[in-house]
């Protein structure tokens, strides 16, 4: 069965840090493109932060100098370290294999099966 499983969401202070993962099985993460992807109360779902197959990284202007996206082959599970947080940060967080855009809802629909992760709650408080 393949399935992604977040984890590492929570209630944090603004300045404050946390560290998402998103463990695989069924597949191989080194197969596919990762990406992290959130949705705030009223906001379009936005894609965060993507780390290629060949390690290549790239970070949205607003988390950029503050959020690192990092992959544990071992583990099979990706990461997000987010430093400095700010209140607008605050969103359900969703990890991806392989990056969609013209994605509007974070609700995996463009998804296969599998290949969306349930979501983790972040919440940033001032």
């Known amino acids: 069965e393949v399935q992604m499983v977040e984890s590492g969401g929570g209630s944090v202070q603004a300045g404050g840090s946390l560290r998402l993962s998103c463990t695989a099985s069924g597949f191989t993460l080194d197969d596919s493109d990762m990406g992290w992807y959130r949705q705030a109360p009223g906001n379009e779902c936005e894609l965060v932060s993507s780390i290629d197959t060949d390690g290549s990284t790239w970070y949205a202007d607003s988390v950029k100098g503050r959020f690192t996206i990092s992959q544990g082959n071992a583990e099979n599970t990706v990461y997000l370290q987010m430093n400095s947080l700010k209140t607008e940060d605050t969103a359900g967080y969703y990890c991806?294999?392989?990056?969609?855009?013209?994605?509007?809802?974070?609700?995996?629909?463009?998804?296969?099966?599998?290949?969306w992760g349930q979501g983790t709650q972040v919440t940033v408080s001032s």
């Open positions: 991806a294999a392989d990056i969609l855009s013209g994605v509007t809802a974070c609700d995996g629909s463009a998804w296969r099966e599998g290949y």
